[in-house]
């Protein structure tokens, strides 16, 4: 495809993000599908600059105004990823000069606004909550591309095995920081064709992720609920952790959601998964396990500004009144997650949002109303339990927090209590 058709289409993509209807994900497979006459090169640039876009949508707006032609392609001049003589091919007489000019601005003296590229409300509660110098220090390192993170499944393979595979096929990888089964790697090569990846011996599952699972701490024989499944990345950790052993429930209300666990849960060897659709968080299968279950897993739907690095949109498509649904809900699943626990189990209580009213404020008010049953547990003593090194620094009030800055994983958060 020539130049100026790739930035036509790259523009038609803008055109459907957006409006921010749906994911930006799903936007963009629904548009590969499309148009699968682009190649791997071309489906790249396209991809890398539309999230460029949205992570840095304020800005580019703020400059996209002086600029001349349809706004989505001034966007797409902006926030161009691919080739940078392929892109230059494609301008027209004038854009040239306008975008030289653009690229010479001083982020420095441009509004805050347009240098921490977030709505007003979320930079207002994350400034409120952190303070000016931890904001600041914050606000950039969100609009930073995450790094790939693999969990290497120690049912089947070693982490320093598939690491050497992986060199081998070019593919360069170091262990993460924290987690004991992690590898972060140097780019994002392919690697759904990978031997190690075919036969089951990693899957792709942020560093931040892991930890939530070592948190959890599953031990063999043990019955097991991970109650806010989704595709199951978690749900295959905790079962890994278990190896093999004891009964691991994989609940969530998304039977769409659980369908994606099906290939997964076929490559990693488990056998002691049990995947169920709930219809709502009083399901009659929690009324069956009641006071029955050692250890559940709530990694509770929420805002997912945890994740903006990956899903840069969420800052556009959430609201204060889409946090205040969520909270309402988390507290709600975490109140009948709560019930399933036998005396001495473990509840952890994790979300990836960075907002104080997703994840201290319900665990305060689950604590709160719990009249006593279940004594909060220090997450940092836990980890090292788990043999997290260093885990003290992931400590935040005896809670989880893991923050992209600080951490270089997605925000996550997490509190753990006993049942007395």
Same mark, same amino acid.
């Given at each position: 495809?020539? =130049?100026?058709?790739?930035?036509?289409?790259?523009?038609?993509?803008?055109?459907?993000?957006?409006?921010?209807?749906?994911?930006?994900?799903?936007?963009?497979?629904?548009?590969?599908?499309?148009?699968?006459?682009?190649?791997?090169?071309?489906?790249?640039?396209?991809?890398?600059?539309?999230?460029?876009?949205?992570?840095? +949508?304020?800005?580019?707006? !703020?400059?996209?105004?002086?600029?001349?032609?349809?706004?989505?392609?001034?966007?797409?001049?902006?926030?161009?990823?691919?080739?940078?003589?392929?892109?230059?091919?494609?301008?027209?007489?004038?854009?040239?000069?306008?975008?030289?000019?653009?690229?010479?601005?001083?982020?420095?003296?441009?509004?805050?606004?347009?240098?921490?590229?977030? =709505?007003?409300?979320?930079?207002?509660?994350?400034?409120?909550?952190?303070?000016?110098?931890?904001?600041?220090?914050?606000?950039?390192?969100?609009?930073?591309?995450?790094?790939?993170?693999?969990?290497?499944?120690?049912?089947?393979?070693?982490?320093?095995?598939?690491?050497?595979?992986?060199?081998?096929?070019?593919?360069?990888?170091?262990?993460?920081?924290?987690?004991?089964?992690?590898?972060?790697?140097?780019?994002?090569?392919?690697?759904?064709?990978?031997?190690?990846?075919? +036969?089951?011996?990693?899957?792709?599952?942020?560093?931040?992720?892991?930890?939530?699972?070592?948190? $959890?701490?599953?031990?063999?024989?043990?019955?097991?609920?991970?109650?806010?499944?989704? #595709?199951?990345?978690? $749900?295959?950790?905790?079962?890994?952790?278990?190896?093999?052993?004891?009964?691991?429930?994989?609940?969530? $209300?998304?039977? !769409?959601?659980?369908?994606?666990?099906?290939?997964?849960?076929?490559?990693?060897?488990?056998?002691?998964?049990?995947?169920?659709?709930?219809?709502?968080?009083?399901?009659?299968?929690?009324?069956?396990?009641?006071?029955?279950?050692?250890?559940?897993?709530?990694?509770?739907?929420?805002?997912?500004?945890?994740?903006? +690095?990956?899903?840069?949109?969420?800052?556009?498509?959430?609201?204060?009144?889409?946090?205040?649904?969520?909270? #309402?809900?988390?507290?709600?699943?975490?109140?009948?997650?709560?019930?399933?626990?036998?005396?001495?189990?473990?509840?952890?209580?994790?979300?990836?949002?960075?907002?104080?009213?997703?994840?201290?404020?319900?665990?305060?008010?689950?604590?709160?109303?719990?009249?006593?049953?279940?004594?909060?547990?220090?997450?940092? +003593?836990?980890?090292?339990?788990?043999?997290?090194?260093?885990?003290?620094?992931?400590?935040?009030?005896? !809670?989880?927090?893991?923050?992209?800055?600080?951490?270089?994983?997605?925000?996550?958060?997490? #509190?753990?209590?006993?049942?007395?």
């Amino acid at each position: 495809m020539g =130049p100026n058709a790739l930035v036509d289409r790259c523009a038609e993509l803008l055109r459907r993000l957006l409006p921010f209807e749906a994911p930006a994900d799903a936007v963009v497979s629904a548009f590969f599908r499309q148009h699968r006459n682009l190649g791997p090169r071309e489906r790249h640039a396209l991809a890398e600059t539309a999230y460029a876009v949205l992570r840095r +949508r304020r800005l580019f707006q !703020h400059l996209a105004q002086s600029g001349r032609g349809p706004m989505e392609r001034r966007l797409v001049l902006l926030g161009w990823q691919g080739d940078a003589a392929f892109l230059r091919a494609a301008l027209a007489d004038g854009e040239a000069a306008w975008l030289e000019h653009c690229r010479g601005i001083d982020p420095q003296a441009l509004p805050d606004k347009l240098r921490h590229n977030l =709505p007003d409300w979320l930079a207002g509660a994350l400034r409120e909550q952190l303070g000016d110098a931890e904001f600041d220090a914050l606000a950039p390192a969100l609009l930073q591309p995450a790094p790939l993170d693999l969990r290497v499944n120690l049912l089947k393979a070693r982490r320093e095995a598939v690491r050497d595979e992986l060199a081998a096929a070019g593919i360069g990888a170091e262990p993460t920081r924290w987690s004991p089964w992690g590898l972060r790697l140097a780019g994002k090569p392919a690697l759904n064709r990978l031997g190690p990846f075919e +036969r089951g011996e990693f899957e792709v599952q942020d560093e931040g992720s892991q930890l939530l699972v070592l948190l $959890t701490d599953p031990k063999r024989g043990e019955m097991v609920v991970d109650f806010c499944a989704g #595709a199951g990345g978690k $749900t295959l950790a905790l079962g890994a952790a278990m190896r093999n052993t004891g009964r691991l429930y994989a609940w969530d $209300t998304s039977a !769409h959601r659980l369908d994606a666990l099906k290939p997964r849960l076929a490559r990693s060897g488990l056998s002691n998964v049990h995947p169920a659709q709930l219809a709502h968080e009083r399901d009659d299968r929690i009324k069956r396990l009641a006071g029955k279950v050692q250890r559940v897993l709530v990694d509770a739907p929420c805002s997912g500004l945890g994740t903006l +690095r990956r899903n840069p949109d969420l800052k556009w498509r959430q609201s204060p009144a889409s946090v205040a649904e969520l909270q #309402a809900k988390q507290r709600s699943i975490l109140a009948s997650a709560g019930r399933l626990l036998a005396p001495g189990g473990r509840l952890v209580y994790a979300t990836c949002s960075l907002l104080r009213a997703e994840n201290e404020a319900v665990a305060e008010a689950f604590t709160a109303d719990a009249g006593g049953q279940f004594e909060p547990l220090p997450a940092a +003593r836990l980890l090292e339990q788990a043999g997290v090194p260093g885990a003290a620094e992931l400590d935040a009030a005896g !809670h989880l927090r893991l923050w992209p800055h600080r951490h270089g994983t997605d925000g996550f958060f997490a #509190a753990v209590w006993q049942r007395r």
